[in-house]
Antibody, heavy 122, light 109 residues
Framework: QMQLQESGPGLVKPSETLSLTCSVS??????????WTWIRQPPGKGLEWIGS???????YYNPSLKSRVTISEDSSKNQFSLNVRSVTAADTALYYC??????????????WGQGTLVTVSS | QAVVTQEPSLTVSPGGTVTLTCGSS?????????PYWFQQKPGQAPRSLIY???NRHSWTPARFSGSLLGGKAALTLSGAQPEDEADYYC?????????FGTGTKVTVL
């Protein structure tokens, strides 16, 4: 059974770059049936879709974050990553990675990682 | 970017029925938005309940059902159980980018 695990610094200074990695176990990231996704949740608030990457490196992003976000994949390490540039306190959130699996007519988001809290503060 | 709106909170009696809705600020919600529904309990990651409007996973209890209702996506819980108390989020596809709904807190009381 596939499992996802987020990792990265829990504290980032304002104006710097937030960098997280999602390690995938129990299966290959290089599957044509999956997109790899980042989602975040500010403390006490709702969910926000950040973006996704395909194993070919193709990406799509939330338009409101697109100018500051890069999502990439590393098939050699079976992981994918998130970079958010020029962070502010508004980027403080629990960051989740998830797999979007799709077939000819549908897609679904499962599994999810447990989430990692990133705080932006000096 | 569209804003996806849900009821902030709903209360249902044990064994009762409640319907959550998910509306888009830009257009009526259709099957083309592939509506998704997630359940999140305190301290846990969200869990997928429904995908592509009305498809359940193997782990989704049959008391949860998805539909389209009056230009919105809907999640109906029939026969609520205490363990259904949670936050529920919808997610809509806008031909590529996704937008989550604002979330509904469901209390079973």
């Amino acid at each position: 059974q596939m499992q996802l695990q987020e990792s990265g610094p829990g504290l980032v200074k304002p104006s710097e770059t937030l960098s997280l990695t999602c390690s995938v176990s129990g299966g290959s990231i290089s599957s044509s049936s999956y997109y790899w996704t980042w989602i975040r949740q500010p403390p006490g608030k709702g969910l926000e879709w950040i973006g996704s990457v395909y194993y070919t490196g193709g990406t799509y992003y939330n338009p409101s974050l697109k100018s500051r976000v890069t999502i990439s994949e590393d098939s050699s390490k079976n992981q994918f990553s998130l970079n958010v540039r020029s962070v502010t306190a508004a980027d403080t959130a629990l960051y989740y990675c998830a797999r979007e699996e799709f077939d000819s007519s549908s897609s679904w988001f499962d599994p999810w990682g447990q989430g990692t809290l990133v705080t932006v503060s000096s | 970017q569209a804003v996806v709106t849900q009821e902030p909170s709903l209360t249902v009696s044990p064994g009762g029925t409640v319907t959550l809705t998910c509306g888009s600020s830009t257009e009526a919600v259709t099957s083309g938005h592939y509506p998704y529904w997630f359940q999140q309990k305190p301290g846990q990651a969200p869990r997928s309940l429904i995908y592509n409007t009305n498809n359940r996973h193997s782990w989704t209890p049959a008391r949860f059902s998805g539909s389209l209702l009056g230009g919105k996506a809907a999640l109906t819980l029939s026969g609520a159980q205490p363990e259904d108390e949670a936050d529920y989020y919808c997610l809509l596809s806008y031909s590529g980018p996704y937008v989550f709904g604002t979330g509904t807190k469901v209390t079973v009381l």
